[in-house]
């Protein structure tokens, strides 16, 4: 197993070397009071020899995203390269890389009209409305590795060129892997994603297509051993006992026995005609030309088609373990474990859905400043499968009800309207406003609806940008939260439609290095597990206030970057979050051997006040809520040394220092009571480990 992560790792870096023969490099500049640098300053490279033949053309790699008129650059910063991406600011998986994550800062879910409503896995996946549509002169790849302890890997390759000057295409590959600290805990995901954009030269046709894979698998171990934690016999965290290992050793020493995985894949293609009138652009010797085109309305069509499936498999079902669930005497050997070849429990949902929109376009104003309004009907299939479920036959020869397998199928057809306004501030000093909405007007989700409003504005001088705005959404209870089948049982729920505003502003300056916002929240029929792990509705009324801040001091080469998040709400609200959090990072960050090297070595401090932890269960593959046990952790530590040479940029860091100092896990969350035993499984944060990562640009 270890040979072939290797040989794993040593094809993807083979990849990246065939695909990029050279390396552009880029100097270093300070955004946001931070170390960064940027793919696109040009920058004489003296590294080679016989240069007569090569193009003096500088590397120019910038994207855009979806519906936006906005130009990005690839992220090259140094000040918190070290930091995990799927944890930040204030996410926290169970414990191992690639496991479920949740936000301690509270963020209702996005579930507006038909979904099937698993979003613990969403840190992980691609979205086809998030993907980055690139535009480059050169090919361009980026490849990232990270190596921590207990074989914690994840490694990502990306790719993107431009086949014509009007044409791009992007892919990327990610892995994940990890068999964590404690026992059975394995995590394993694959997520992939290939985009394009078009525009035609005379700039009246565009298309953005594009489409993604996600495979997220975990080992479930239902949590471990509180009391084991300290015992200086359990030194080794894989001894410590969890709620779902095999202790007879029939099914797996390593593997556990109960596992959940999603599975999807959605293919977008939004392509618009726009009318307008068209001029043709010279350059001074008339060699060249360029077209600009004043738009004056367009046709717009998005297509959007996809396919999930989550499966939950218990290969040793324990008649316990489904108490709330249900009761089933299960095939025992005495141990209260299932015998290898026995009865398995299998609980599989899937969700087909296809979705069409057509839009009309207008503009108003000037190009580069003008003001985009959108209108249009779009029209959904969307298709819910529950397998395997028990069904009734006729025996034709006693003429009895017997049962056999089969699927359980819902499928729906929807009718929305969706409208648009937006004015984006693309250069300092101009204003931004939009606002945009969509109703279900048909279906079993009628009513359903979101809309989104807010205004802004760019600052000059670096000053920096502010915005505010509004959002509401009232929507229906996901298909998991109203249905649980397999051949066991059948659970239905009913709910209220679900209603979430939120007001909010937020202010950000590069220039005094300061961000900050406010945002409420009110939340009306709040659809949660409760703490007997059922689906459920708290049908009062409450507000969830959050105040956050961020705060960088420069001292000569010191950086002091502080982070502080407040949050009140109701003490009857059924919501598991921290009051308080903060953040913390002194760095000390200079160039050494004129700028070839770029160093930010520091510690970090991570901590949150006392609060009832969250529940999760592995049965549902959901967090609940609890209000039984109560958690006051000591602060997380790790120090860190970032590295840039040119482009390349590596980090190694000691995480969870603490462990070392105090020999005391943090809990994150709480499993699913056991009956019949003493303690609540808890789920901890990993013991102190070393992580090893780079990101490696390479241009053509």
Known sequence: MKNSRVNI??????LCLLFCSRLSFAQSTVTNGQPAGTLNTPQKDTSKTNTNKWKDESANVTYQKLNSARIYTPDTSLHTFQRMPFTQPWYHDLGNLGSPVSNFFFTPENR???????????????????????????????????LGSKL??????????????????????????????????????????????????DKHYTLFAGMVYNKEQQDENGGIADSELLDPAFTDRKTISAAYEDPTGAYSTTRSPVSNMQRDFTFMLLHSYTFGKTDTTYNEDSTQFSYQLKPVFSISHKLEISTEKHVYKD???????????????????????????????????????VDNKVLLNGFIGKEGDQLKFSAGLGNRLDQ???DPIPVPLRDTLFNQKVYGQGYDRITTVSNYFAGELKKEALHPGQWEYGANTQFFLTGPDAGDFTLNASVGKELKNMLGSFVAGFQQQLNSAPYSYTNYENVYTKLFYQFHKESVTCLYAALESPRFRLSGGVRNYLINNYIYLNDSEKPAQYSIPYNIIQVWGRKTFKVGNFFLDNELVYQEMPISAPVNIPVFMGRHQLSYERSLFNRALRTAVGIELRYNTAYHPAGYDALLNRFFYQNTAYVANV???SVFLNIRIKRFRGFIMCDNIQQLLFKQNTILYVGTPIAGAGDTPVYTGPDFLIRFGFSWPLVN
Request: with cysteine; glycine share 6%; aromatic share 20%.
């Open 315 to 353: 290969a040793l079902p324990d008649s316990a373990r489904y108490i709330t669930l249900f009761n089933q005497n299960f095939v025992t050997t005495g141990t209260g474990y299932d015998p290898l070849g026995g009865d398995t429990v299998i609980t599989e949902q899937k969700w087909f859905w």
């Open 112 to 146: 507006v009209g038909p979904t099937l409503g698993y979003h613990i896995f969403d840190v992980y996946r691609y979205d086809v409305d998030s993907l980055k549509f690139y535009t480059t002169n050169r090919p361009y790849s980026d490849f990232s590795y990270v």
């Open 9 to 14: 790792f040593y094809c993807f870096l083979l």
């Open 384 to 386: 819910f499968i529950s």
């Open 152 to 201: 914690e890997q994840y490694v990502s390759i990306m790719h993107t060129q431009n086949i014509r000057p009007n044409w791009n295409f992007a892919v990327e590959y990610r892995k994940i892997n990890s068999p964590g600290f404690y026992m059975i805990q394995r995590t394993n995901h694959d997520n992939a994603f290939m985009s394009t954009s078009y525009k035609s030269l």
């Open 635 to 637: 602060p997380e530590e």
